[in-house]
């Protein structure tokens, strides 16, 4: 099983030109270490609690687009939380992880990569029935 020690800080690639321009660039075998079959966004205000699930199988790289979101992570023993700003580190959460995000500015925007297209059999969304998976 995936513990908290699985859990990787990937820096983003972004190139900077003039007039604060940039060019954030995310390539699979670079810094998204597999492949992608989905990619969302999610947008929510200040306040905004999202996820609170684990995966069976999927695999997910978030990047913050903007505003600030925190984004706790438990292995069912152990509790991590990271602080995501926009398009500085992004943050892979392994299968088996749970996580939830916490936006702390309004219009904060969630890219997420996934390596499993959306099936919702690979959803653990019961905390109860997570720790009883993990266990």
Not at 31 to 47: D, E, K, L, T
Not at 80 to 104: A, E, R
């Amino acid at each position: 099983m995936q513990s908290i020690s699985d859990i990787r800080i990937i820096n983003i690639q972004t190139h900077y030109a003039r007039n604060n321009e940039s060019l954030s660039v995310f390539e699979e075998g670079q810094n998204v270490p597999f492949s992608v079959s989905r990619v969302f966004v999610v947008n929510a205000g200040n306040g905004s609690v999202r996820g609170k699930h684990a995966h069976k199988e999927c695999v997910q790289l978030l990047v913050c687009l903007s505003g600030l979101i925190e984004v706790v992570c438990d292995d069912g023993l152990d509790t991590s939380k990271f602080m995501l700003s926009p398009l500085q580190k992004s943050l892979i959460i392994p299968k088996g992880i749970w996580s939830t995000q916490i936006y702390h500015e309004k219009q904060s925007s969630l890219m997420v990569f996934c390596s499993l297209p959306f099936d919702e059999s690979d959803y653990i969304r019961d905390y109860d029935l997570y720790k009883d998976y993990v266990s």
